[in-house]
């Protein structure tokens, strides 16, 4: 652990009252304070493709993926289906990729490459994506596009609606899915392996899918695995009612007690979740947060389920160390039902809850009474904001937060942005663009928290990239009412049905010179607790109100490990379903699930 850990652990002897209560259960995150004040919203700007999945890619730009489907938006004589936003002049530039990223996932590698993975067999135009890898790395001149080059790089294996993680190495882990489309996983169409990009020689698989047992104890309802970097280096993994520590290195998975109460959380029964913040006060012990979901059965014909089923109103809490996973989850419930939320953390250490449906589950065209080809109904159009560090009974507010009046339903998304308003894009319940009830969503909006409104904090002098453990000093600019600064290292991940991979806040250690101008900060002590990759560090005054987040890249901005023989194994065994039509079904490991029948997309 770095030099000066415990420093801003003089904290807690600032707010001794917050912690003889209720809150000590959940962990001692130290009683925060926020910008006080209305929120507003602002519906500005359109997407052109809809926004299924959703990442901040620089200080000023966004990316977005779309399925391929009848967009207005044309790139190349054809429909566009991902796009760069800018988020200053809310314009946006085409993207190019090969292949449909419908119900792909996404993480960033070390090195600030955005790698898109898995998605769907041809529709309209583009190429099969089911075993795609789409890379992005980001620029400043608006001439970067998504590069594939499917005869080389592609996945071990079809893979609609996988998980994946950033790991300690800047490498990531593509988790789970199924071979091909449908409302729910089921025996016949999963994909209960998950592979490394680059590919690893690990465990006896060079470069093959392992086989996860997980994936298959939690059928049927486990799309899209909430999955959890943790600070020694495992990964908290949660589908359906289960969840399990993964230990990546070692290919074991330790259970940990069930979902309470019944609830499943993953795609159909969407959840959100995320890590709480990881600081210096908690010791840096992960706690994850699961709200919402859906007790709908997920073993009954999807015609048997209603678009009114209310969805879960519950938010479960584990404090992952020895004690709390004994104390086991802890149940709060959030003022309105919600399946498909959203949850993005804050700067300021809250968490907002957003977009998602009162009633239903996630897809489309399945349930009997559907609302135009939506499963879900009654839109949550009202946010709420959850303080992890207030008692308990007193973290939920949704006091002074504009409802919007624009459904956010499947196919929906949310980000923070770098300077601190919260981007939702989205919702399209339907198989190609429609204008009925719910429609195909393009319309963009922002939410300014109250702390957007106050005199904002300013700095400079970050550098490009911040190793572990490196010191660095930035010049700092308060407002004249602060009195001290902490420091937010956020990956504001990638957001796709409701799973906000490697979404993370980790207060740095830091230190405010006497004169109030010079911050001293020590960049995260290992790449346990903050993989390798890209960040933006928001520093955050005392009074809750956060400067601009600049980006830098923790680590030293290196390419993950490549192992030549592993990448090549990986190609000789797993033929990229869409460069040739796949082989015959053929012996040995791996070739099973790559050349499995696809069943045509439904949902
Ligand atoms: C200022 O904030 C830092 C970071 O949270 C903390 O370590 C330090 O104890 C605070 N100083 C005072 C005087 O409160
Ligand atoms: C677990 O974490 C909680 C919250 O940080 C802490 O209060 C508790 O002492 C920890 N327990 C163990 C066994 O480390
Ligand atoms: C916040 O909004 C409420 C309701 O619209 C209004 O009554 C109140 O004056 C507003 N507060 C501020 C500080 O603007
Ligand atoms: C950030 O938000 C503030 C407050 O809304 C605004 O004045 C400023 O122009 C924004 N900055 C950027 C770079 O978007
Ligand atoms: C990051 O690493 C990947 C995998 O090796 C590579 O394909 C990509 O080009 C790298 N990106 C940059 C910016 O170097």
Not at 333 to 355: F, K, S, T, W, Y
Request: glycine content about 10%; proline content about 9%.
């Amino acid at each position: 652990m770095a030099r000066g850990l415990y420093l801003c652990s003089i904290l807690l002897s600032v707010f001794p009252l917050f912690f003889a209560g209720p809150a000590h259960r959940h962990g001692s995150l130290g009683r925060r304070v926020f910008a006080n004040g209305n929120w507003t919203l602002l519906q500005q700007g359109t997407t052109g493709v809809s926004g299924m999945q959703l990442a901040i890619v620089s200080e000023t730009t966004a990316i977005i993926y779309d399925k391929v489907e009848h967009n207005p938006l044309t790139v190349n004589g054809h429909v566009a289906w991902s796009v760069e936003v800018d988020l200053s002049t809310l314009t946006v530039r085409a993207l190019n990729p090969l292949s449909n990223s419908w119900c792909a996932t996404g993480s960033f590698l070390g090195n600030g490459t955005l790698v898109n993975s898995g998605g769907n067999p041809v529709v309209i135009t583009g190429a099969n994506g089911l075993q795609a890898i789409r890379m992005f790395t980001p620029c400043d001149d608006k001439t970067c596009d998504v590069f594939e080059d499917p005869n080389h790089i592609h996945l071990t294996s079809n893979r609609w609606y996988p998980s994946s993680i950033r790991i300690e190495d800047g490498s990531i882990i593509i988790y789970g899915g199924s071979v091909g489309g449908g409302y729910i996983n089921s025996n016949s169409i999963n994909n209960p392996t998950y592979e490394f990009f680059p590919p690893k020689n690990i465990n006896g698989y060079n470069g093959v899918q392992i086989p996860s047992q997980f994936l298959l104890n939690t059928l049927n309802g486990n799309h899209f695995p909430i999955m959890i970097y943790l600070p020694d280096g495992t990964i908290f993994v949660a589908a359906n009612q289960d969840a399990m520590i993964f230990n990546w290195q070692t290919n074991t998975e330790t259970a940990l007690p069930g979902i309470p109460n019944g609830v499943r959380i993953t795609s159909p029964f969407s959840a959100g979740a995320t890590l709480l913040p990881l600081t210096p006060e908690n010791n840096y012990t992960p706690e994850v947060m699961i709200c919402g979901g859906s007790t709908v059965s997920d073993s009954v014909s999807p015609s048997t389920i209603s678009s009114q089923v209310p969805a879960s109103a519950q938010c479960s809490r584990l404090v992952l160390n020895e004690s709390g996973i004994a104390a086991g989850w802890q149940v709060e419930h959030m003022p309105q039902a919600r399946v498909m939320p959203e949850l993005v953390l804050l700067p300021d250490g809250r968490v907002l809850i957003v977009n998602g449906a009162q009633t239903g589950v996630a897809g489309y065209g399945n349930v009997a009474n559907r609302v135009g080809q939506s499963n879900a109904d009654n839109p949550a159009f009202t946010p709420v904001v959850y303080d992890p560090s207030a008692p308990a009974g007193g973290r939920f507010s949704d006091v002074g937060i504009p409802a919007t009046n624009i459904a956010r339903l499947y196919h929906s998304t949310a980000s923070l942005t770098p300077n601190g308003t919260i981007m939702l894009a989205g919702s399209n319940p339907n198989d190609d663009v429609t204008t009925t009830k719910y429609p195909t969503e393009y319309r963009m909006e922002f939410y300014s928290p109250p702390y957007m409104a106050k005199p904002r904090p300013t700095y400079t002098g970050l550098p490009a990239t911040v190793n572990y453990g490196e010191v660095f000093t930035l010049t700092v600019d308060l407002p004249p009412t602060a009195t001290n600064a902490s420091v937010s290292l956020m990956d504001l991940g990638f957001a796709t049905h409701a799973v906000h991979m490697d979404q993370r806040l980790l207060k740095l250690v830091c230190s405010l010179s006497d004169d109030g101008t010079t911050l001293t900060v020590t960049g995260p002590s290992t790449a346990r607790l903050y993989p390798p990759g890209p960040a933006y560090l928001y520093i955050v005054t005392d009074e809750g109100v956060p400067s601009f987040g600049h980006k830098t890249i923790i680590g030293t901005g290196g390419s993950p490990p490549v192992d030549g023989d592993a990448a090549a194994n990986m190609l000789k065994a797993s033929v990229g379903s869409f460069v040739t039509p796949p082989p015959p079904p053929a012996e040995g490991e791996g070739s099973n699930v790559a050349t499995a029948v696809i069943p045509a997309p439904s949902s």
